[in-house]
């Protein structure tokens, strides 16, 4: 017999009307490059009050043992636990707009399960649309202007357009919610930010500023860039000094440009260079190993 989708979370007694509310989402554990959808989610979380406002059953949903929670231990005792959260949150926009956040980590079984419970709290809040955001590695300069593609459950919900045409890709839940929603009906669209590929390791600020300004587009929520703007700024001059310093570098990245160029020139996919190969991030590894170490989470 199938589960009841309620019984695999609690809600918050005290939510308010949510009718016609955004639910953002985010899992850990999938692609990520530049870690822009996990920054971007820092941010919105540090500049916004929030609360739980639904707690999922992550017991039965995450595998303990191929990713151990951490624990500290002091002297003699076991201090405490980083228990794994999968949850809902409730946070208002500074038009005082509420909108909703899943973030977590990505369940390791019963995905089928876990969209059938988001739709449920979806019908139960009346949520309109669906929104989940990550960053992609390309062979991209980061000297070119940042893109942001987007796929939705209705055409009329796309703003940018993908390159690709008809791909394989492995299986992640925010992928197979949007599918899910859109055969049932509910809006539910996506962003995924190019970052570069020889800074795809570190946190690369400019690729979580693209996919806010996407989601305020296309959403209508009022979401200040607080300090993104200016930790990408720093990371961009951080970068430019780490070419400047090295001829090797300088050197992949101007064939990244030509090729970048040479596409949005004649329309091609950008994945098939004319003429030219594609530099690989092993190319860029040691020359940027220094810069991707320096780059921590709260920069």
């Known amino acids: 017999m199938a589960q009841d989708p309620e019984e695999l979370f609690e809600v918050d007694s005290d939510v308010p009307d949510l009718s016609g509310a955004v639910?953002?989402?985010?899992?850990?554990g999938f692609m990520d490059a530049g870690s822009a959808?996990?920054?971007l989610v820092e941010h919105l979380l540090n500049t916004h009050e929030h609360r739980v406002v639904a707690r999922f059953d992550v017991d039965d949903l995450f595998d303990y043992r191929a990713r151990r929670p951490a624990m500290v231990f002091?002297?003699?005792?076991?201090?405490?636990y980083d228990a794994p959260e999968l949850v809902v949150r409730l946070l208002h926009d500074s038009a005082g707009t509420p909108f909703l956040l899943m973030t977590g980590p990505e369940p390791d079984r019963r995905w089928e399960a876990v969209v059938a419970a988001v739709r449920a709290l979806i019908d139960r809040w009346g949520v309109r649309l669906t929104v989940g955001f990550h960053g992609i590695p390309m062979g991209v300069p980061h000297t070119?202007?940042?893109v942001v593609i987007s796929h939705a459950t209705r055409p009329e919900l796309i703003t940018e357009k993908s390159p690709f045409s008809r791909v394989?890709?492995?299986?992640?839940?925010?992928?197979l919610l949007e599918l899910r929603l859109g055969r049932s009906g509910h809006d539910a669209m996506g962003f995924a930010s190019y970052v570069p590929h020889y800074l795809a390791q570190g946190t690369y600020p400019p690729a979580a500023l693209g996919l806010l300004e996407a989601l305020?587009?296309?959403t209508?929520?009022?979401?200040e860039s607080g300090a993104l703007p200016e930790a990408a700024t720093r990371a961009d001059a951080e970068i430019a000094r780490q070419v400047a310093e090295s001829s090797e570098v300088a050197e992949v990245v101007a064939a990244l440009e030509r090729q970048y160029d040479a596409f949005t020139e004649s329309s091609q996919n950008l994945?098939?260079?004319?003429?030219?190969?594609?530099p690989s991030a092993d190319e860029l590894a040691a020359e940027f190993e220094r810069f991707l170490a320096e780059q921590q989470p709260d920069n």
């Open 271 to 278: 994945l098939v260079g004319e003429g030219e190969a594609v």
């Open 23 to 28: 639910l953002l989402h985010h899992f850990d």
């Open 168 to 175: 394989q890709v492995p299986g992640h839940l925010s992928a």
């Open 216 to 218: 305020t587009k296309s």
């Open 74 to 80: 002091d002297t003699d005792r076991w201090e405490s």
């Open 220 to 223: 209508g929520l009022v979401i």
């Open 37 to 39: 959808g996990s920054t």
């Open 144 to 146: 070119r202007r940042l």
